[in-house]
């Protein structure tokens, strides 16, 4: 499977951003996708995922009710919906595909380039 972000940008504090990752490959449907951000200075984080068939979704605790994560099997892509977007999340996004639903990025086998948001205060 190969993924790869886009969507990134700047946004005032308040704003709305949505990131897509556009996969590669006959298997997609069968992979877990998830969402991890990397502020500057900082450790790659969780944001959320999205289970195979089904589409079962678990966040991180900073993005719950803010974030919404989908997907499309048909299209093999999956979307990052970012609502009342914080000077905090700012960061480069990845999105990035496991065979088993965690929120622990080791378990990731793909990962595709980063997309940068930015979000002012």
């Known amino acids: 499977v190969q993924l790869q972000a886009s969507g990134g940008g700047s946004v005032q504090a308040g704003g709305s951003l949505r990131l897509s990752c556009a996969a590669s490959?006959?298997?997609?449907?069968?992979?877990?996708l998830g969402w991890f951000r990397q502020a500057p200075g900082k450790e790659r984080e969780f944001v959320g995922g999205i289970s195979w068939i089904g589409g079962g979704t678990y966040y991180a605790d900073s993005v719950k009710g803010r974030f919404t994560i989908s997907r499309d099997n048909a299209k093999n892509t999956m979307s990052l919906q970012m609502n009342s977007l914080e000077p905090e999340d700012t960061g480069v996004y990845y999105c990035?595909?496991?065979?088993?639903?965690?929120?622990?990025?080791?378990?990731?086998?793909?990962w595709g380039q980063g997309t940068l948001v930015t979000v002012s205060s």
């Open positions: 490959g006959r298997t997609f449907s069968r992979y877990v």
């Open positions: 990035a595909a496991a065979q088993f639903i965690t929120r622990l990025g080791h378990d990731y086998d793909y």
